[in-house]
T-cell receptor
Framework: KAGVTQTPRYLIKTRGQQVTLSCSPI?????VSWYQQTPGQGLQFLFE???????NKGNFPGRFSGRQFSNSRSEMNVSTLELGDSALYLC???????????FGPGTRLLVL | AQSVTQPDIHITVSEGASLELRCNYS??????LFWYVQSPGQGLQLLLK??????LVQGIKGFEAEFKRSQSSFNLRKPSVHWSDAAEYFC??????????????FGKGTKLSVIP
């Protein structure tokens, strides 16, 4: 069974731009969660989607948004990028029934 | 608010030596507990998890962890470290109650270096 895939793996943007990251979960998984990893703040929960609905949300500004499609693939969007948004963005998928979350390799975003 | 503390930022051990990584949590009730490992440039891999029952949990790659309620700890151990264990290790907690997939709160991580 294929694992969680994230595209692109690396991304360079400039301040003020917006970016969209994609996550394809493991086949059969309906929950996708997003996490931000930075050297200063560590790993922080962004949000979780289940069956196309946002089910949980972390403490991030509204510039961070996401969505999930009917095939469970998820996208995360960050608008008006700031230097502090430079991070590794990880997504994790699960069945959504409080089972193990499996993480993808991440997308490394650099904001210049 | 819940929090996870990993007091050791960086640990260096010799190959073949034993290993213990510490994790303490602050939570209203006993949460679900996890250890993840992250190799450079990679995502997170689950080593083991504790939901309930036996407080000594066995995981992959020869790792085990012991839950101690009285100390709010969930320390990770391995009897003999291999060079391939060099990575960063994260302890995480999640609420037992609540809707949906659990929201993980992570510690800041412990970086493990292994000397040949």
């Amino acid at each position: 069974k294929a694992g969680v895939t994230q595209t692109p793996r690396y991304l360079i943007k400039t301040r003020g731009q917006q970016v969209t990251l994609s996550c394809s979960p493991i086949s059969g998984h309906r929950s996708v969660s997003w996490y931000q990893q930075t050297p200063g703040q560590g790993l922080q929960f962004l949000f979780e989607y289940f069956s196309e609905t946002q089910r949980n949300k972390g403490n991030f500004p509204g510039r961070f948004s996401g969505r999930q499609f009917s095939n469970s693939r998820s996208e995360m969007n960050v608008s008006t990028l700031e230097l502090g948004d430079s991070a590794l963005y990880l997504c994790a998928s699960s069945t959504g029934l409080r089972e193990t979350q499996y993480f993808g390799p991440g997308t490394r975003l650099l904001v210049l | 608010a819940q929090s996870v503390t990993q007091p050791d930022i960086h640990i260096t051990v010799s190959e073949g030596a034993s290993l213990e990584l510490r994790c303490n949590y602050s939570y209203g009730a006993t949460p679900y507990l996890f250890w993840y490992v992250q190799s450079p440039g990679q995502g997170l891999q689950l080593l083991l998890k504790y939901f309930s029952g036996d407080t000594l949990v066995q995981g992959i790659k020869g790792f085990e962890a012991e839950f101690k309620r009285s100390q709010s700890s969930f320390n990770l151990r391995k009897p003999s470290v291999h060079w391939s264990d060099a990575a960063e290790y994260f302890c995480a907690v999640a609420p037992v109650s609540g809707a949906g997939s659990y929201q993980l709160t992570f510690g800041k991580g412990t970086k493990l270096s292994v000397i040949p």
